[in-house]
């Protein structure tokens, strides 16, 4: 996020009588979205009406308040930065760098268990300077580089060993506040929907080891593969979606980074010398491996070249599937706009169900072309800019964080729906795809409600 530029609103709390002046900034994690936001803090001393607090300001202008009196200092081994949360959000974390405003805010945190300190750092550095070699610079350097060679060296059992792992850890990692972990969704409808739709992939895939797909009952609006064929879809993501052509184009593009092992380079890539050689010698379920794997995961990051391919393989994937590829442009288009705009109810009801008579692609009867009376595609439907994208102007800034971030981050947005719309032209399926749904309508619903 080097070189970002962001803009607050005025903070009213921080307006206040007796309010102070801006304190300073830190990195702020809510606790829902694998998305970490750059945020303004000011110490607000409060009134007769209201306690002592932190007052956070987001991207957007909202403020968080997080009273004095409710804020815990976790255990961080990070120098003199303050790692934080608030009794009163503790799935939040804010990551406060050395300096004034943390020698204040020390004084107020109560600590979670002790601060363990690292004895003997200078020792430590001195051994190490000493013991650099050409070995050395071979295991610590040259291996991790040759992470895109070393992955096919993985037998796919380990692969999957090491995927299967991963995925309690990330199940762990998604915790409630109540201790509860993060349930599978398997409801048997629901899950009958889901695998009509991978069998519409399973013939074009050409996917190095069987698929395993699984559906978590968490709101994050995300998709993610790992390493051995996992695919994890999320019941936000599935809600999200308007149609089951949109969902089907996202787990495309999952299947894409699945061809590609990419979630196994990446692990090759994280894990750096020694997880690397752990791999290669058969060490599929290392521990500091699987944690910081799970944490690459769940953000999704992959380099644009990755995100590229992926994006590719999806358009040509749903093309030999007999589905429209812009119906991934439509998908990256309904999460900008839901991003941009302000919350709104949603056309369904909460299971995403369609009542009797609609149809899987549109909502009402605007949604139809007037010769046949079926409905339009949404990829058909949406607003275009002057220079033939969807949506706003091409804002790469804009765009590498939101509530799609996964996507959004690699390349920028725009162009990625304007590849999706083009990949639809060049597909020459045209809106006869309309006339043949990936479902019906009562598959869908049960597809939406797959976590009940």
Not at 125 to 151: N, R
Not at 220 to 225: H, K
Not at 239 to 268: C, K, Y
Request: charged content about 25%; glycine content about 12%.
């Amino acid at each position: 996020m080097s070189g970002r530029r962001f803009f607050f609103r005025r903070n009213r709390a921080a307006e206040a009588p007796g309010a102070s002046e801006l304190a300073g900034f830190a990195d702020y994690f809510d606790g829902t979205r694998a998305r970490v936001q750059r945020v303004a803090l000011a110490l607000d001393p409060g009134d007769s009406g209201q306690e002592a607090a932190l007052v956070i300001t987001l991207p957007e202008g909202a403020a968080r308040r997080w009273p004095l009196s409710g804020l815990r200092r976790l255990r961080d081994q990070a120098g003199g930065d303050l790692l934080l949360t608030s009794a009163g959000a503790p799935m939040a974390r804010l990551l406060v760098a050395e300096g004034a405003l943390t020698r204040q805010l020390r004084a107020h945190a109560v600590p979670v268990g002790r601060m363990v300190p690292v004895a003997g750092r200078g020792r430590i550095a001195a051994w190490g300077t000493a013991a650099v070699g050409s070995v050395l610079a071979i295991v610590f350097l040259l291996v991790p580089l040759m992470a895109d060679q070393l992955a096919p060296l993985i037998p796919p059992g380990g692969e999957k060993a090491l995927g299967d792992t991963t995925f309690e850890q990330i199940r762990t990692a998604l915790t409630d506040e109540s201790g509860r972990t993060v349930a599978i969704c398997d409801a048997p409808r629901g899950t009958e929907a889901l695998e009509l739709m991978v069998d519409r992939f399973r013939p074009y895939a050409g996917l190095p080891y069987p698929l395993s797909l699984h559906v978590l009952d968490h709101p994050m609006v995300n998709a993610f593969a790992l390493p051995g064929g996992h695919v994890v879809l999320f019941r936000g993501l599935i809600e999200a979606a308007g149609t089951p052509e949109e969902l089907a184009a996202v787990l495309a593009h999952e299947l894409g980074h699945v061809a590609a092992r990419d979630p196994t380079r990446a692990a090759l890539r994280t894990a750096g010398s020694v997880g690397v050689l752990g791999l290669l010698m058969g060490d599929f379920a290392g521990g500091t491996l699987v944690l910081v794997l799970t944490e690459r995961l769940i953000e999704a990051r992959y380099s644009r070249d990755a995100e590229l391919a992926a994006d590719a393989y999806s358009h040509d994937l749903l093309t030999r599937a007999g589905l429209p590829p812009g119906a991934l442009g439509a998908m990256f288009e309904r999460m900008r706009a839901a991003e941009d705009a302000p919350p709104t109810p949603s056309p369904h009801d909460p299971g995403g169900s369609y009542e009797e008579g609609e149809q899987p692609h549109g909502d009402d009867e605007e949604g139809s072309d007037a010769a046949g009376g079926q409905p339009i595609p949404p990829w058909r439907d949406l607003p275009t800019t002057e220079d033939g994208g969807s949506g706003p102007p091409d804002d790469a800034e804009a765009e590498e964080e939101g509530i799609f971030g996964h996507f959004s981050s690699h390349p920028a947005l725009s162009r990625r729906i304007r590849a999706a719309r083009e990949a639809d032209r060049k597909a020459g399926l045209g809106d006869e795809l309309a006339r043949v749904p990936l479902m019906d309508s009562a598959e869908w619903r049960a597809l939406r409600r797959i976590c009940r």
